[in-house]
């Protein structure tokens, strides 16, 4: 038998005995005082009487008795004190019937609400706390309920710690920042959570240009479930509502197999292009990606491996996944190999704080063999998204520039390559370049179709914060600024202030248009974009952003039936919060 069902047993007994104890006394008392009939004395001589009295058999009876009934009170307080302090043994462990070594004392008289068959969420209010049995069955894996009195039940019960928390070194999603995190006491397990809300104004300077992305919208918002269900082993899964439209992000699973390696499975980024995965497009410090998002190999499902080398100054990914981009599915049963390397030699002990610490490039590269047409539907797609097969070209803003006839696919060996280089600090400077080339065919030409394309980012904190380093693989993150800008908490600084510029050019190239695959009615195989902006950072969660863009095509083209234009102009902003 278990101290508690002592402590049951015993704690009724011991008030019944002093009751019944307490009643004798005062009976005897009683009894002895009508027996005994002392003759008068005078003042001095009661004295000396009530000084004797415990020389009398009878009242040395009683004297007695007292202590007795004292010392049983007093054990019986120890009793009381012993059942709250395994009350809060078993709360602390969070036990349950049911459960190895659970104990739940059930108190006489124990106030608390009826449970009606669920555990209270909240510390002090739970079946445990109230020292309440707790009868809510468990469910086995199959679904089916099992009372946690049966044998055959086994459950783990774990205490769980929640916190929020901000990192600001880039190891969230893309990014960093604030998340809610979940987790066991020695963080074997944890649950982490993180969103990202935008919300973008964008004003063309022409009516009906081809593109849902105008007015006030919604461009994406995400939101992020990630930690480890041990430390060798972790998870992540994102969801993206864009424009509209909703989608799985990521989904993938990685066992951490040691220092230096880390095995990858299911949807997630993959390279190349360095500023598709290296951070999140809300953080880069103009107000969107470059044209070439298009050409990256985005979230394709698969197996990844990772690793870092050189102590932590060499980052690789290599791994095989489906064909096309961010599909569910494969299209042409065939693989393609995404890889990359990256160098931070400036990094670690003797680099702190120099201007070479944030330094760094690498290389990504893809090949695979594609066969399937490129206007798929369902994920044919000319504006800012996830799952496409590239039917077209288009602008920063969606617009598509350069598309293809509908019966034109791909029927080949596809190649990406793309190199990048990056220097974070006050000053920040990105640039990469990418070589994406695929054969297509129309069932009668076949030929070999290449686009090239780049970009060079520039920013600085006018205020004097700093971005993040950097670590190989993750680039721009939120920032905390030095002066914040929280008038909750009477703080009325400036915030943190940004300017930053990039210039992109993409070209499709020629030899598409001399084979016929291009519906050049609409088309142009250049063009270049100009971005242009300030960012205001109130706090470290909260960032507003406005910008000026500016498109220009090589050659004037149609958009939605109007006279040909060879360019538009954008005023674009955009309300971010990360938390």
Known sequence: MDNSSVARERSPFRFELLIVRTLCLILGLAVTASAQEPPPLSAPAATTAAVEAPANPSN??????????????????????????????????????????????????AAGPPTNGLVGAHEGTSAEAQGISNQVPERYHSGAFASRDDPGASTERFGIKGRYKYNDKATGPLGGGGYFSFSSPDDEYTLNVTNQITVDGTFLDRARIPTTEQGFNVPFARSYIYGNITKDWSYQVGVQGFLGTFNLLDLFMAWHINDYVTLRAGKGLAPPLYEYYAFSPALEPVITNSPLFQLAGKRP?????????????????????????????????????????DFTPFRGEGWEDTVLEGLGGGAGFSAGKQEYLLKQEGVSISNNGESTTNPAFSTVLGVPFYTYHSNVSADGMR????????????????????????????????????????????????????????????????????????????????????????????????????????????????????????NWWPNRYTRLSFDYVTTNFNNPIPLSGRSPVDGYQTFWMRFAMFF
Do not use: C
């Not at 100054?313 to 890889?339: C, E």
């Not at 080339?437 to 069932?443: F, I, P, Q």
């Open 60 to 109: 040395a009876e009683l004297a007695e008795q007292l202590r007795l009934l004292r010392s049983e009170v007093a054990e019986t307080r120890a009793l009381k004190a012993e059942i709250q302090q395994l009350r809060g043994i078993v709360h602390s462990m969070g036990a349950q019937p049911g459960s190895a070594g659970a104990m739940t004392p059930t108190v006489p008289g």
């Open 301 to 341: 499902i698969g197996l990844m491996f990772t690793g870092n080398l050189w102590k932590n100054r060499i980052q690789w990914w290599s791994g095989i996944s489906n064909s096309g981009i961010s599909l569910f599915g494969n299209l042409d049963r065939n693989q393609d190999y995404n890889g990359a390397v």
């Open 415 to 534: 190649s990406v390559f793309s190199p990048h280089i990056y220097w974070y600090g006050r000053f920040s400077v990105l640039a990469e370049y990418i070589n994406f080339s695929r054969v297509l065919t129309d069932g009668t030409t076949k030929g070999r179709s290449t686009q090239r394309g780049y970009y060079v980012n520039a920013s600085y904190w006018l205020t004097g914060e700093s971005d993040f380093k950097g670590n190989g693989f993750q680039g721009y993150s939120t920032v905390t600024p030095l002066h914040p800008f929280i008038p909750s908490k009477h703080l009325y600084g400036p915030g943190a202030w940004q300017i930053a510029a990039q210039w992109s050019e993409l070209n499709a190239g020629t030899g598409d248009i001399a084979r016929g695959f291009v519906d050049t009615s609409n088309s142009t195989n250049r063009m270049t974009n100009f971005m242009a902006g300030v």
